[in-house]
């Protein structure tokens, strides 16, 4: 895919945008099939199905799998084309393009480029006013009177990084990486447009869309697996994606008839055998804190215990999880800790 991806940019970059327009539904039309096999959602509704793979396109860090739809970053592929090139142009060739008004002129190819630049700078006026929206009245409040607002992921380049035509002649190193930069417009409106959706969808999917958007939820993805620690056997990087994705699990099927610890039946999307499994969330718990515990103690040395039970002002009938030199790392509790305690 990674190739793929580099050879369709390079033509995205270098030629018309109506020259490339087949051969990115193509590209994206195969990803989608490749997607619907390795991931196999075949036991998910229709809806769920198009749910998933809109919400694969996304960044990992905003809750996708970073499969990126083409045709939504053909825009920012051709504004960062020119950013970086129209400088030299204008160096190299001052008799053919020294005079050249590119926020003006009206050659096709900078007809192309001033309508994707409006297009990217219109769509970054609307997240920016959501964003505004979002933030404009808390959401709820802790139980110490502490604002929560809605969430977003963060990352939004900032209007003035965004330079306007006239100075893609410039020397301004906001014409590095400037594909990278408008690209960011385009996933952060499309991540505002899939939160849109969820209501349809129910509170669970919602619940589930802003958990693995959360910084770092989707590290896992990243790990290269050809460090021996970092590797995942397929059946659990296949459950952890669909579960990801909001899709019924192929691990799970016929497993209905089975109960949990506390006689609960599993069902199909994992949430009772990831809270109540066959030996209960405790154990479940207990592992990954033995694990981590066993990472960090070897960085931290003695300077970080495991569940003290002497902490104080922590909670008096919960203890951390760990603690090092008085700041608390987690809560070895099924209920909700304090804000503070998750630092």
């Not at 053909?74 to 030299?88: E, F, I, N, Q, Y």
């Amino acid at each position: 895919y990674k190739r793929q991806n580099t050879t369709l940019v390079y033509f995205l970059r270098t030629m018309p945008l109506d020259v490339t327009a087949d051969a990115v539904l193509e590209h994206d039309r195969r990803v989608e099939e490749l997607l619907r096999a390795i991931v196999q959602t075949q036991d998910a509704s229709p809806a769920e199905r198009e749910r998933a793979l809109v919400q694969a396109r996304l960044p990992v860090r905003m809750g996708g799998l970073g499969l990126t739809l083409q045709r939504h970053i053909r825009d920012a592929a051709v504004v960062g084309s020119w950013a970086l090139c129209w400088r030299p142009m204008q160096r190299l060739c001052p008799w053919l393009f020294a005079h050249v008004d590119i926020a003006a002129s009206t050659r096709p190819a900078l007809v192309e480029l001033q309508q994707a630049h409006a297009r990217l700078l219109e769509l970054h006026r609307r997240v920016e006013a959501t964003h505004e929206q979002m933030n404009a009245a808390p959401y709820d409040f802790t139980k110490d009177g502490e604002e929560h607002f809605r969430f977003y992921p963060g990352g939004l380049p900032p209007r003035k990084t965004l330079l306007p035509l006239a100075d893609f002649g410039s020397s301004s190193d906001l014409l590095q990486h400037a594909q990278r930069r408008y690209s960011q417009i385009q996933h952060h409106f499309d991540w505002l447009m899939f939160l849109a959706r969820m209501p349809q969808a129910g509170r669970r999917d919602g619940v589930r869309f802003i958990a693995v958007s959360q910084p770092h939820a989707g590290a896992f993805l990243n790990a290269v697996p050809s460090k021996g620690a970092f590797r995942v056997p397929t059946w659990a990087m296949r459950i952890a994606v669909q579960r990801r994705l909001g899709l019924p699990l192929t691990a799970a099927r016929g497993r209905d008839v089975y109960e949990s610890k506390h006689g609960q039946c599993f069902d199909a999307y994992g949430d009772v055998a990831q809270n109540d499994g066959q030996a209960g969330h405790q154990t479940r718990h207990f592992e990954l804190l033995q694990v981590l515990f066993s990472v960090l103690r070897a960085a931290f040395g003695a300077r970080l215990r495991k569940e003290p039970v002497d902490c104080e002002s922590y909670s008096s009938t919960h203890r951390p999880d760990l603690e090092m030199e008085g700041e608390w790392v987690g809560a070895s509790s099924s209920s909700r800790p304090s804000a503070r305690a998750l630092t």
